[in-house]
């Protein structure tokens, strides 16, 4: 019961910002002057753009078959389509469903127990995350006076992340310590908290395979670089688009990538209205603060629907192929899917 009390708190909570943000962001736009830059756009560089996007979407399979290469090395479609059927479900789905969707799917077609494959989803969003930070510490070194108001939180959430990426690796390379240092913060509240920690843990940490294969790791990691490479042409194309973006300094799509991929982790309605929005702003009033809000927001909308727009259209498409439903994404726990009967690999349940 607290679980289901948990997930509907997440579910009105992100309904919440999305609602507060989408407000505030109506009550401050010249709805003419956002019209009018909605007109000039030149809509024909969105095709490169939202390549770029898909493209991101096939390195981010490519990224995930290495991360899951010292479990089995699968082949790289099926963990595509298994990658769009979850951006789908974090786009039309509440909760931020995504990632579950695909660790119940890859487990279930592929034969792996669930732990490794959840453990594999968690090591590609660590990946991701390392990229993020670095591209915000070099904006931090390189250009310290346009992001001076991001620094202590970048800081802080770099110690936080540095600190759970360093805790994973050691209970994957020394359990026994950090069984101890679990026990060490949890057991004078609640022992048994502290045992189920670690048993949950025990559970996925198969997925975290790739650190045991430097190659491996190295790859994944030059594809989690890849894909957000891909993202930043895919703003650099979207500004070419816009008359007020064409002359932003070529760094632009970079720190964009950064601030909205971080405005987009705080709960949301699904597909990320409002907290995208104003991620876009933040970072475009960072970078060119003459810009107007209207101009602003038109610009946004465009990028969400770039960002948006093929997460949906090919995440239905495998959706009607695999024979699912939206009621079964919402309810990944009980997908049901046909495993191929002649692979054979280590994880199985």
């Known amino acids: ?115 490794t494959a959840f453990g594999s989803v968690i090591v590609t969003r660590l990946l991701d995350g390392a990229i993020l930070f670095l591209i915000l510490g070099g904006f931090a070194i390189l250009i310290p006076a346009k992001i001076a108001g991001f620094k202590a939180g970048g800081t802080t959430g ?7 990426v360093s805790f994973f690796v050691l209970f994957y390379f020394k359990r026994e310590t950090a069984t101890n240092i679990i026990k060490f913060i949890f057991a004078p509240f609640s022992k048994r908290l502290a045992v189920k920690i670690v048993r949950s843990l025990d559970k996925f940490i198969q997925g975290f395979s790739c650190f045991r294969s430097p190659a491996d790791l190295g790859k994944a990691f030059l594809y989690s670089g890849a894909i957000w490479l891909l993202v930043a042409l895919s703003y650099y194309f979207v500004n070419l688009g816009f008359e007020f973006t064409s002359s932003l300094p070529l760094y632009a799509p970079f720190l964009l990538v950064a601030i909205v991929s971080l405005a987009i982790s705080i709960p949301s309605s699904p597909g990320f209205i409002g907290t995208m929005e104003l991620g876009v702003l933040a970072a ?66």
């Open 1 to 115: 019961m607290g679980v289901k009390i948990t997930k509907k708190a997440q579910i009105l909570l992100g309904l919440g910002v999305s609602l507060v943000s989408a407000v505030v962001l109506a009550a401050v736009i010249n709805w003419r002057e956002f019209a009018a830059s909605l007109a000039r756009v030149n809509y024909w560089y969105l095709i490169p753009a939202v390549c770029c996007i898909v493209a991101s979407y096939y390195c981010r399979a490519l990224q995930w078959r290495y991360v899951l290469g010292g479990v089995r090395r699968l082949p790289v479609y099926p963990l595509f389509r298994i990658t769009m059927l979850g951006f789908l479900a974090n786009t039309i789905l509440p909760a931020r469903l995504g990632e579950v969707v695909r660790a119940y799917i890859l487990a279930r077609k592929q034969r792996l127990s669930k732990g």
């Open 284 to 349: 475009l009033h960072i970078i060119e603060p003459a810009l107007t809000r209207s101009e602003g927001l038109s610009y946004a909308i465009v990028v969400h629907v770039v960002q948006v727009l093929p997460a949906v259209g090919i995440g239905l498409f495998y959706l009607w192929t695999e024979h699912l439903t939206i009621a079964e994404l919402a309810k990944p726990e009980e997908i049901q899917t046909e495993a191929p009967s002649t692979e054979k690999g280590v994880g199985y349940e």
């Open 158 to 164: 770099f110690i936080i992340y540095a600190a759970i």
